[in-house]
């Protein structure tokens, strides 16, 4: 289903991201964890792209299985790090082949231990290069070309400082041919906000969906704050944490009501969608369904 019509028949979404196993083991385990998820309703789920096409064919083929054999509708990530055209042109060949309607593309983070990569050298240099080629792109035989995600910042772009040229850089994505924003992972909710807001006063005018990463370890959480070029944690998130006292369990119950507590003040502003950052684990954001009172995506 075109992502568009995702929207047009959905209030608010919810989504949850995955990245793809790198063994045939991890995978069929990630799959049966997918699997469990088709009572939730899921409007859609993300599956990542390694820096660099490291996972392309892992991406490729999650995304295909799940089109193949689930009720879920999955959108692949593209990235514009090491890849010329005929590159793109071939992933999104195949994926119109195989049926699958939406991509989310991203400007993608420099490839680590690859010796001689140039940024130079990638035939797209920013994200809304990639949106314009994929937007241009036929799609899936009669289909309404491919429904197109870009990424958002509430905390800021970290690679543009100057805040108003984001917002511009972010509207030119739009205007390219994006149809909704996904942001980062955030844990102050005054931060998307006042981002949707800042949306709102340059034009912008496509569903943004927040992203949100339920904590389920003090080791995961500094992990996954590298991985998205910094987050902000609010004090009284680290003071919760702190009492923990390094309990595991203790961290884990604390992570999933702080979340909670995010999504239901989310909800009460009408935000058009939850994207859940799951680090393959969807026993939280489960307990979050519960703990928001959902059975699930309709129920809202």
């Known amino acids: 289903m075109h992502i568009r019509d995702i929207f047009k028949t959905t209030k608010t979404t919810f989504s949850f991201e995955f990245f793809p196993p790198k063994t045939a083991e991890a995978s069929e385990k990630l799959y049966a964890e997918i699997s469990k998820l088709e009572a939730y309703k899921l409007a859609f789920v993300s599956v ?18 799940l089109k193949q054999h689930t009720s879920l509708v999955p959108i692949p990530h593209l990235t514009c790090v090491c890849h010329t055209e005929d590159d793109i042109q071939h992933i999104l060949d195949r ?19 690859l010796d001689g990569y140039k940024k130079a050298d990638d035939a797209f240099q920013h994200a ?3 949106v314009r080629f994929v ?11 491919f429904g197109i995600g870009v ?14 040229k984001e917002m511009d850089y972010l509207k030119q994505k739009v205007d390219e041919g994006a149809d909704y924003i996904c942001t980062q992972l955030f844990f102050d909710n005054r931060d998307f906000l006042d ?13 943004i969906l927040a992203g949100i990463m339920p904590i389920a370890s003090r080791h995961g959480m500094t992990r996954m704050a590298e991985l998205a070029a910094g987050a902000r944690f609010p004090a009284k998130l680290i003071r919760a944490l702190d009492r923990c006292n ?8 604390v992570g999933i009501h702080y979340a909670t507590q995010q999504c239901s003040e989310l909800l009460d502003q009408d935000v058009k969608g939850i994207h859940f950052y799951t680090l393959n684990q969807s026993t939280a954001t489960r307990e979050i369904y519960a703990g928001l009172g959902l059975r699930d995506s309709d129920s809202i």
């Open 128 to 130: 809304g290069d990639l």
């Open 95 to 113: 994926y119109a082949e195989a049926g699958v309607c939406n991509i989310l593309a991203l400007g993608g983070d420099p490839p680590s231990g």
């Open 151 to 164: 990424a958002g910042f509430p905390e800021g772009h970290p690679g543009t400082p100057n805040r108003l």
């Open 195 to 207: 981002f949707r807001d800042r949306c709102a006063l340059a034009g912008i005018d496509v569903p």
């Open 48 to 65: 990542t792209y390694g820096a660099g096409g490291s996972t392309r064919e892992l991406t490729h083929d999650l995304v295909v299985r």
């Open 246 to 253: 390094g309990d595991t369990d203790a961290v884990r119950r």
């Open 135 to 145: 937007h241009q792109h036929g799609g899936p035989a009669d289909s309404e070309g």
